[in-house]
């Protein structure tokens, strides 16, 4: 993966996903997920705050828990240097039927360790959505129940993803052209 300089103009950030394209696909899971029981809806900060927000709205069931956990793997940099997942200690999850949000699948690692984390909180199911595939990334095995988008192997910013916490509130799905 190239590295990128944090100081980078806008006309190096190109349009991936329209906004309008997004929205649709948000409402689009919302109604295949809302095929399953889901009582809680676990969303992995910071990258899928928009997406989390956006799904749970779209959802007809008015009757949804909504908790957020830190999940980071980044630092402040694009390359993973750690993991880390803060606020597990307060998810009520036993017996509970749950979806684990994020905002993009690629190595694995975030989607596959926060789930069994849920399950080990005695969460009666665990369902898993991201909004974003990058399937040339993966280095765990582990499967999505509900994938928004595949995309390629391009460093991803805007609607909650970010570059070194720039770029989140971009409207649009973009990404970050090589130098």
Avoid: H, W
Wanted: with cysteine; net charge negative; aromatic share 8%.
């Amino acid at each position: 993966m190239p590295k990128f300089d944090i100081m980078i103009d806008m006309n190096e950030v190109a349009l991936l996903i329209s906004k309008d394209d997004v929205q649709k696909r948000v409402s689009e899971l919302a109604q295949e997920i809302s095929l399953q029981k889901i009582d809680v809806v676990i969303g992995a900060l910071t990258g899928a705050f928009i997406f989390v927000s956006d799904l749970v709205r779209a959802m007809p069931s008015k009757e949804l828990k909504i908790q957020f956990v830190k999940v980071n793997s980044y630092g402040k940099g694009t390359e993973r240097s750690s993991f880390t997942i803060q606020g597990l200690e307060s998810l009520d999850v036993k017996g509970k039927n749950v979806l684990v949000v994020d905002d993009i699948f690629d190595s694995g690692y975030t989607l596959k360790n926060l789930s069994n984390a849920v399950k080990e909180l005695g969460a009666a199911q665990v369902k898993t959505c991201a909004l974003l595939d990058k399937p040339s990334r993966r280095e765990v095995r582990f499967d999505v129940d509900y994938i928004g988008f595949t995309v390629e192997n391009v460093f991803i910013v805007g609607y909650g993803l970010d570059c070194a916490d720039e770029y989140r509130s971009l409207p649009d799905i973009c990404y970050i052209r090589q130098k």
